[in-house]
């Protein structure tokens, strides 16, 4: 294995437990990745980007994994066509983010003193207590966070396509049917990336609902926003805001929209600041030992990112037959005559016996003659098809 980046002492640790000869190269870069990767089964990395060139230059890499969220950085093209798996480590900091956004909840609904200035003897900052939190879309950091507001008294509503109205129900949370009635409703609102990436991006239609007591973080990038149209409402409305942002340089109009936004009172602008805990690194270190010990123990892929997803299938084939080597092949030569792909095999062997049953996805239907072949071979039981 090489690690191409900087890990925790944790994960080397793991990852030589796994029995695997460990090799740390922080310094490497782009440009010097390709020249480093000879010998190599494994590359971890979390900033790193592997290109096509990096990933060509090994003849013996089976796995790339990217201690971190995400695979922007790595070239999943061309690590497919070399069948190198790639991964992420998607909520290693999911708590680390949920505490930062609620941090800046608190911050910013107490900053509404400081803008009052002195000498007022009510304060103007409400507290959370009996106050309401809006989730615009759902993911793990939103389920840590959702728990601890309503641990802290506040009611919990979701705007999402990743949960229904009775999963949301079980976690204590009203389901919104429209984006407007979060905005409309919640004093608080949190944004985060839906798993499928579905939901509209936060505009001036949305933050036209929005006033100054309002409070609006996302702790997760500013790929969800209208930045242009946020600006604007928080010169005309003094919209309270929080944003965390990725390391990453953003496109150079983002930028400038940012640091004019980080200058305002109601504004909070930080950089890669949400996940930097303690535990979020050990976390981040469990989870790619985790990938990686599950790939040789067991051949499969937690988090994959290059790994086709339930193709459409024309039928499942569903063969009964004896447990022997030949009745397999017996199957696979008859669908090779006619040319079908197979898309997708799952073979169950049944407990004390001798039999076992097979089932294949199928990219086409199988004529009844390749069927009658199959049947007709001394190791099979019986074969079924369903045609979907």
């Known amino acids: 294995m090489l690690i191409a980046d900087h890990l925790s002492s944790e994960a080397?640790?793991?990852?030589?437990?796994l029995g695997l000869r460990v090799t740390e190269a922080p310094d490497l870069n782009v440009d010097t990745l390709?020249?480093?990767?000879?010998?190599?089964?494994?590359?971890?990395?979390?900033?790193?980007?592997v290109t096509r060139r990096a990933i060509e230059s090994s003849n013996d890499l089976l796995l790339i994994v990217r201690a971190g969220a995400g695979v922007e950085t790595i070239d999943v093209e061309a690590a497919s066509e070399e069948a190198v798996f790639v991964a992420d480590c998607p909520d290693y900091d999911a708590r680390a983010r949920a505490e930062f956004a609620l941090g800046l909840l608190i911050g910013l609904d107490r900053a509404a003193d400081d803008e009052g200035g002195s000498g007022t003897c009510v304060p103007k900052a409400r507290g959370l207590w009996g106050r309401s939190l809006g989730l615009y879309g759902y993911n793990?950091?939103?389920?840590?966070?959702s728990v601890v507001a309503s641990a802290m008294g506040m009611s919990v509503k979701v705007y999402t396509d990743a949960l229904t109205g009775a999963l949301a129900t079980e976690a204590g949370i009203k389901d919104c049917e429209v984006p407007e009635e979060l905005f409309e409703r919640c004093d608080f609102i949190s944004v985060h990336n839906d798993p499928n990436h579905a939901l509209p991006v936060v505009s001036e239609d949305l933050l036209e609902l929005l006033n100054s007591e309002q409070v609006l973080v996302s702790v997760e990038g500013i790929e969800p926003l209208d930045l242009e149209a946020i600006e604007g409402a928080v010169d005309a409305k003094g919209l309270r805001l929080g944003i965390d942002l990725p390391t990453q340089a953003q496109s150079e109009e983002s930028e400038k929209r940012l640091a004019r936004l980080g200058e305002k009172k109601s504004t909070r602008i930080t950089r890669g600041a949400a996940p930097e805990t303690s535990e979020a690194w050990g976390?981040?270190?469990?989870?790619?030992?985790?990938?990686?010990?599950?790939?040789?123990?067991?051949?499969?892929?937690?988090?994959?990112?290059?790994?086709?997803?339930?193709?459409?299938?024309?039928a499942t084939m569903i063969v009964r037959h004896h447990h022997k080597t030949n009745a397999l092949v017996s199957v696979f030569q008859e669908l090779n005559e006619e040319g079908i792909p197979v898309l997708d095999i799952d073979n169950v062997v049944f407990e004390s016996s001798h039999s076992a049953c097979l089932h294949l996805r199928l990219e086409r239907v199988p004529c009844p003659d390749t069927l009658a072949r199959i049947r007709r071979h001394g190791t099979i039981r019986r074969v079924d098809l369903v045609e979907h």
């Not at 080397?12 to 437990?17: H, L, N, S, T, V």
């Open 140 to 145: 793990a950091s939103a389920a840590h966070l």
């Open 283 to 314: 976390e981040l270190a469990h989870e790619a030992v985790l990938i990686v010990h599950d790939f040789f123990l067991h051949g499969t892929v937690a988090h994959g990112a290059n790994i086709a997803r339930e193709e459409p299938a024309a």
């Open 34 to 49: 390709a020249g480093a990767m000879s010998g190599f089964e494994v590359l971890v990395v979390t900033d790193t980007r």
């Open 12 to 17: 080397r640790d793991g990852f030589e437990a």
